[in-house]
C-alpha cells in the first residue's frame, strides 16, 4: 500500500470513528505542516504565527469537529485550506480590533499573525471576496483555496479535485480575475 492510499485509508477509519483524532497525528502533521510553511511564506512580510503554531491552530479547528468525514485526500486538503483561511481571517480581524482599542484575545496564540492593518483588511476582503465567490462557483472556490492557501501548483490542484489542468487554469484565471473586481469593489 503506497503513501496516499494508507493516508486515505486513515482518513476513512476517522470518520469511521476506528481511529482517534490523537492517532491521526502522525499521518497529517507532515501535510499541515507543509501548508503552514506556505502561508508563512506568502504573509512574510508580516509577524506571523511559526509553523508549528500554525499546524496546531489547523489540526485543532479540523479534529474538532466529531461529524467530520474524510473519505480522500482531496477532501482533507480542502478543509485543511478552508481552517487555514479561517484562522487568517480570524487573526485578521483581532488585529484590527486590537488597533480599534480592542485588547481582548478570544484564543491566547505565542505570536501575532498580522503585523499591519493594510493586510489585516486584505485579507478580509479576500475571505469576503471568496465567500461570495463560493455562493456563485463552489468549484473556482476550491481551486483558490487549495492554490493560494495550500500554494498547489495547477497539476497537484486538478489531481486533487480530479479535474483537468486546463480545467483547474481556466477556473484559476477566472476565479482571480473576478476576485480582484470584487476586491477592488470593497
Request: with cysteine.
Amino acid at each position: 500500500m503506497d503513501v496516499e492510499e494508507n493516508f486515505t485509508r486513515v482518513l476513512q477509519e476517522f470518520s469511521e470513528g476506528k481511529v482517534q483524532s490523537e492517532d491521526l497525528i502522525p499521518f497529517i502533521y507532515d501535510e499541515l505542516h507543509v501548508l503552514a510553511k506556505i502561508q508563512r511564506r506568502k504573509f512574510s512580510s508580516a509577524e506571523t504565527l511559526n509553523t508549528t503554531a500554525l499546524v496546531h491552530e489547523a489540526y485543532i479547528k479540523m479534529v474538532d469537529h466529531s461529524h467530520q468525514n474524510w473519505e480522500t485526500r482531496s477532501h482533507f486538503y480542502s478543509v485543511a485550506a478552508k481552517a487555514m483561511r479561517c484562522i487568517l481571517v480570524d487573526h485578521a480581524k483581532m488585529h484590527k480590533a486590537k488597533k480599534r482599542g480592542g485588547d481582548e484575545k478570544p484564543v491566547p496564540l505565542k505570536e501575532q499573525l498580522i503585523r499591519d492593518n493594510k493586510q489585516a483588511n486584505e485579507v478580509i476582503d479576500l475571505d469576503d471576496a471568496l465567500s461570495r465567490l463560493e455562493k456563485l462557483s463552489q468549484r473556482q472556490s476550491k481551486v483558490i483555496e487549495l492554490r493560494f492557501f495550500c500554494g498547489f501548483t495547477i497539476e497537484e490542484t486538478a489531481s486533487i479535485l480530479s479535474l483537468s489542468p486546463a480545467t483547474v487554469k481556466r477556473d484559476w484565471n477566472m476565479a482571480r480575475s473576478w476576485l480582484y473586481k470584487e476586491i477592488q469593489k470593497s
